[in-house]
């Protein structure tokens, strides 16, 4: 398929990634929150059935991982049942699905995880986007869901900027160095999602390469960093320790450290 030919419909267009999605599909239908609901399964079925795409990317969720264990419901209505409306309109009109779903569905014991691995969530966040993905394998068949971890983009609220602002405020900025992961930047992973919508229809764990803990994350951002446990540094939502996804399936995008680097430019433009 030629994706310059094709109409693509983008969900959740002015988050953190959909607005790197918008950036490299610039023809793109784009709906934010105001536009569509996807909690809303009626309006979810016109708007598609209106549009009649060819691919539906969809970027929309409820992110806040702590936020989720207090408003379980709505975590569930939009990481859960919205994909599967959306699932279930995209087979309504034959369009293929890209949608995003993250490495907290797995737990954290293993110290890899596999796109073939069992996921078991450990917090409401992982559960309701597990939920999401059961939802669009119950309702299509043409569906990719790209599993990511760790974001950081210029558009959203993200680790990066949180360390850099908390650099300048404090003497010294505690992170936890027992939690292991990928962080990933949104401009590459919009890039990729070009190449994943040609690939066969499945599971795909996509994430900039390397793997490093928040702390080994934050010392590539600020000096003024020093290593916590998880014990120390208590959150609402459990964390799995190692939520490190392994793609199996497609060629690794660039290091973390050189996307970092591409992500500091971009940001001081
Ligand atoms: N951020 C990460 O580190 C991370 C890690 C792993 C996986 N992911 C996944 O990656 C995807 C993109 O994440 P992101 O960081 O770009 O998220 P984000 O910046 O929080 O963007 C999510 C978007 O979804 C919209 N939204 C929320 N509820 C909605 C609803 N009921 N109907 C329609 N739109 C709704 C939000 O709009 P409003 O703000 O106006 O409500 C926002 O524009 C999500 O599927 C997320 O689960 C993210």
């Known amino acids: 398929m030629v994706v ?21 599909f610039p023809y793109a239908v784009k709906l934010t929150h105001k536009n ?19 691919v ?4 929309a969720a409820y992110t806040n991982v702590d936020g989720c264990e207090d408003n379980k419901e709505l975590a569930f209505q939009v990481n859960g049942y919205g994909p599967g409306y959306i699932a279930e309109a995209c087979t309504k009109v034959g369009a293929s699905l890209v949608h ?6 797995f737990e954290g014991s293993k110290k890899e995880y596999v796109e073939s691995e069992i996921p078991n969530p450990i917090n409401v966040y992982g559960h309701s986007k597990l939920l999401g993905e059961k939802k669009i394998i119950e309702n299509m068949n043409d569906y990719r869901i790209v599993r990511i971890s760790w974001l ?17 405020e404090m003497d010294n900025v505690k992170v936890v160095n027992d939690q292991f992961g990928k962080p990933t930047y949104t401009m590459d992973l919009a890039s990729k999602v070009k190449e994943i919508i040609e690939l066969e229809p499945g ?8 793997i490093c803990s928040w702390y080994e994350f934050a010392s ?3 000096d003024n960093v020093v290593p916590c446990t998880s014990e120390e540094f208590q959150r609402k939502a459990k964390r799995p320790k ?8 497609t060629e690794p995008m660039r290091h973390w450290k050189e996307a970092l680097k591409a992500y500091l430019k971009e940001r001081n433009i």
């Open 56 to 59: 539906v990317i969809n970027a």
């Open 220 to 222: 590539s951002i600020i």
């Open 36 to 54: 569509l609901d996807i909690t809303n399964r009626t309006r979810v079925i016109n708007c598609i059935q209106e549009i009649r795409p060819d």
């Open 152 to 168: 950081f983009g210029i558009h959203g609220k993200n680790f990066v900027e949180t360390m850099l602002k908390l650099s300048g």
């Open 242 to 249: 190692y939520s490190v996804l392994v793609n199996t399936k």
């Open 4 to 24: 310059g030919a094709i109409k693509t419909l983008i969900i959740g267009s002015n988050g953190m990634l959909g607005s790197d999605l918008c950036k490299v």
């Open 100 to 105: 995003f779903s993250t490495d907290y569905v």
């Open 203 to 210: 599971i795909y764990h996509i994430t900039n390469d390397g």
